[in-house]
């Protein structure tokens, strides 16, 4: 389960697996940020043998966050099991997002949820929401349940809307949705990390990368509470068609940009008064 992420500490292990034998093997692997990832693996890890593997593994190419089954995120700790989307770090500036349109939200759900992240996220900064998350990948939906269950939320397997107890409907305050928003034709493009470790279906977005944003938004108005808001990320060239989408099903909408993270978030809103804060 999620808990805030402590900073690394320097590795006690024999010198075999000092910090200087990792990055040495890291750097002639090609990994850039040799040093940091050193001081996470050896941080991680529990016992030399298992170091080893670590440093093996990220040698071959897999993600950090995969060998070390974590990723921080908003400041917490989340499981990331092997074959699950990694969240990113500009992906913060979505949930921050979130927490500036809705601080008191009851009723959270995250769709397209991956690991889970931003549901824990925004449940860990929120007053005990409920909440609820929701994939078509069954490996990500078994990470997330494990990264909600310290919050008490639920995690369901299935295409956007549908997955969802009928319950909820007309009554989510926040429903965040990290689509794929990569187009097609681009994917081959990606990082051989993303490509080769991450499933396609949380990154390929289809013709022009905004077939399952749509998708999003024209159901939001059946599931969001009046005042309720949708967010989703997308890329600065798909922002007026992604905006376009929003304002198409009948939702209230601005675009939000961080040019430190290179992050640009759609935020719409289900006209009608909002529920009184509690």
């Known amino acids: 389960m999620p808990f805030p992420a402590p900073s690394p500490s320097p590795s006690s292990f024999p010198a075999p697996f000092s910090v200087s034998a990792v990055v040495s ?62 969240p990113r770090r500009r992906t913060e500036f979505l949930v921050d997002q979130a927490l500036a349109a809705a601080s008191d939200a009851a009723v959270v759900v995250d769709l397209c949820c991956g690991s889970g992240a931003l549901g824990a996220a925004l449940a860990h900064a929120l007053h005990g929401p409920e909440v609820h998350a929701a994939d078509i990948d069954p490996a990500a939906v078994r990470c997330a349940r494990r990264n909600l269950a310290a919050f008490g939320g639920r995690a369901h397997q299935g295409d956007l809307y549908d997955a969802l107890p009928p319950a ?23 990082p051989t990390e993303a490509r080769e470790h991450e499933p396609l279906v949380a990154l390929d977005g289809g013709a022009d990368g905004l077939t399952v944003l749509r998708r999003v938004a024209a159901g939001a108005s059946e599931w969001l509470a009046p005042g309720g808001c949708l967010l989703t990320e997308t890329s600065e060239r798909q ?39 509690r």
Do not use: K
Not at 252 to 262: F, G, H, K, Q
């Open 239 to 277: 922002a007026p068609a992604a905006v376009r989408a929003f304002t198409e099903a009948g939702l209230t909408t601005r675009l939000a940009v961080s040019d430190e993270l290179y992050a640009h978030v759609v935020i719409g809103v289900r006209p009608g008064p909002q529920r009184p804060a």
């Open 168 to 190: 909820l409907r007309g009554r989510v305050d926040v429903l965040t949705a990290n689509v794929p928003y990569v187009p097609t034709a681009e994917v081959a493009l990606l």
């Open 25 to 86: 093997a890291l750097r002639a692997a090609g990994c850039v940020f040799a040093e940091d990832e050193a001081e996470l693996i050896l941080a991680t890890a529990r016992t030399p043998e298992e170091a080893a593997g670590m440093v093996d593994r990220r040698a071959a190419g897999l993600p950090l966050e995969h060998v070390l089954g974590w990723a921080e995120f908003h400041g917490l700790r989340v499981t990331v099991a092997p074959g699950v989307f990694v």
